[in-house]
T-cell receptor, first 111, second 113 residues
């Protein structure tokens, strides 16, 4: 069975402070990890995926297979980063690409 | 391209009734997945359709069924509605051979009274 856990329901930080959203997973095969974001009144959209190893809007995430984690980090949070963030997992190369989501973390960046 | 579209936006039903939700995928996408998102929770996978067949299914009862049409659009049907079926239903599409990204629609908010 595949499972994604996001231990923090809410993260509140001041503008310019670092922010880290935790994500832990369990999966028996080779996982593909994603971070999806939902801004206010917008639809769910992809923020980044571990395979691309890129930084999007200043966010980075490293897959740590030893700790089965995929934490999302940004060194200097901005007010526009306030949103709902979901960590998601899919089976790398598996037929179909169903996503298993965590419960989500709401980020609030205060001015 | 309007992206993934879903209809209706909102729906109110009573227990025991049946409901049909509709989804049109993003242009060029042939795979459609459906998710249920209860309040305060992450989306939960219901099933996925590809080539008009159900390819994968999550842990949902047979009351939840679907269909994919030749133009790749899809329907989600729920029979014998329960209060617990109240949720936001999300449709997502992706292309064969894509990079794994799924594109989500705005969702249909179903309320069961």
């Amino acid at each position: 069975a595949q499972r994604v856990t996001q231990p923090e329901k809410l993260l509140s930080v001041f503008k310019g402070a670092p922010v880290e959203l935790k994500c832990n997973y369990s999966y028996s095969g080779s996982p593909e990890l994603f971070w999806y974001v939902q801004y206010s009144r917008q639809r769910l959209q992809l923020l980044l995926r571990h395979i691309s190893r890129e930084s999007i809007k200043g966010f980075t995430a490293d897959l740590n297979k030893g700790e089965t984690s995929f934490h999302l980090k940004k060194p200097f949070a901005q007010e526009e980063d306030s949103a709902m963030y979901y960590c998601a997992l899919s089976g790398l190369g598996a037929a179909g690409n169903k996503l298993t989501f965590g419960g989500g973390t709401r980020v609030l960046v205060k001015p | 391209d309007a992206g993934v579209t879903q209809s209706p936006t909102h729906l109110i039903k009573t227990r025991g009734q049946q409901v049909t939700l509709r989804c049109s995928p993003k242009s060029g996408h042939d795979t459609v997945s459906w998710y249920q998102q209860a309040l305060g929770q992450g989306p939960q996978f219901i099933f996925q359709y590809y080539e008009e067949e159900e390819r994968q299914r999550g842990n949902f009862p047979d009351r939840f069924s679907g269909h994919q049409f030749p133009n790749y659009s899809s329907e989600l049907n729920v029979n014998a509605l329960l209060l617990g079926d109240s949720a936001l239903y999300l449709c997502a599409s992706s292309p064969t051979g894509g990079n794994g990204e799924q594109f989500f629609g705005p969702g249909t908010r179903l309320t069961v009274l």
